[in-house]
């Protein structure tokens, strides 16, 4: 008799801290939800995350904790969707100003994105100089490009940028491609051009952007030196075209998230119509 009232003990508790343990668990999707609803949702999220970690066998808890979860992604999709919305027309009408000084060049045959060229950087108005150029497509990624233009080959695969004071940057090595790295001869005169596309030339267009008012030595490096200072107006077009290449980056970026947001919304949508909580 004594051994059945012990067990009887033990079994209520037992029952008393599965209960406990559920009231806990109770009490911090309740938190959750209240963060939720004020709008707080890394909060929320985090004290669903808790549950998880603390209340592993709390299986009803939990699912009403999933589908909470997937309300707060909802929300969290919807605010970034329009976020986005309401920034793009402006990032937009910014992008439109400062393209008015570039020229817009796109083959539609051969090319899916179209290019902005500083209007006094096209190449028709740049032929037999030793110059550095640049340029940026429609999803804002810029390059540079060094172009040497002389009576003899000198082979280059970089750059090198200097001031006076000791400051530098450097392009990365392009070997000889025939494609980003190429070389031509016309009327015995010899033309080569390297583009630097990316992180290959970004190091050097900072430092022109930041060093636009100072006077820039560009060692062309690789091959036999040579050495030029970069033109006013050379420095003028990397600027432009930085701050138009940030914009445009900016404008592809949220088109890239509010794509995502909205797939994202149609998933969670879809779930939770199958669950017994609906969105708010």
């Not at 209960?19 to 890394?42: P, T, V, W």
């Not at 172009?147 to 695969?157: A, C, F, Q």
């Not at 005169?189 to 990316?198: A, D, F, L, P, Q």
Request: with cysteine; aromatic share 10%; proline share 2%.
């Amino acid at each position: 008799m004594k051994k059945s009232t012990l067990c009887i003990a033990l079994a209520a508790l037992v029952l008393a801290g599965c209960n406990s343990k559920e009231k806990e668990a109770q009490a911090r999707l309740d938190k959750a939800r209240a963060m939720y609803e004020q709008g707080e949702f890394y909060s929320a999220k985090n004290e669903i995350d808790s549950i998880r970690a603390h209340y592993p066998k709390e299986f009803k808890v939990l699912k009403a904790g999933l589908a909470l979860m997937r309300e707060v992604e909802y929300k969290e999709s919807e605010r970034t969707l329009a976020f986005c919305d309401s920034l793009m027309p402006v990032k937009q009408h910014e992008a439109d100003s400062l393209s008015r000084g570039f020229t817009f060049e796109k083959d539609s045959l051969y090319e899916e994105t179209g290019n902005y060229i500083w209007k006094q950087q096209t190449i028709e108005r740049n032929v037999q100089r030793c110059y550095v150029r640049c340029g940026v497509n429609e999803k804002g990624e810029m390059y540079l490009a060094s172009v040497y233009y002389g009576s003899r080959p000198i082979d280059h695969t970089g750059i090198k940028l200097s001031t006076k004071d000791g400051l530098f940057a450097e392009t990365a090595s392009i070997p000889y491609d025939g494609g980003v790295n190429y070389r031509f001869k016309d009327l015995g005169n010899i033309t080569e051009v390297v583009t630097y596309k990316g992180d290959n030339g970004m190091d050097a267009v900072k430092f022109i952007f930041t060093n636009e008012k100072e006077r820039i030595k560009v060692e062309y490096t690789g091959g036999k030196p040579y050495v030029i200072y970069m033109a006013d107006a050379d420095k003028k077009a990397v600027v432009a075209t930085y701050n138009l290449a940030t914009v445009l980056s900016d404008i592809e970026n949220m088109r890239k998230e509010s794509e995502k947001a909205q797939k994202r919304m149609v998933y969670l949508k879809n779930k939770l119509e199958g669950s017994t909580n609906p969105v708010q």
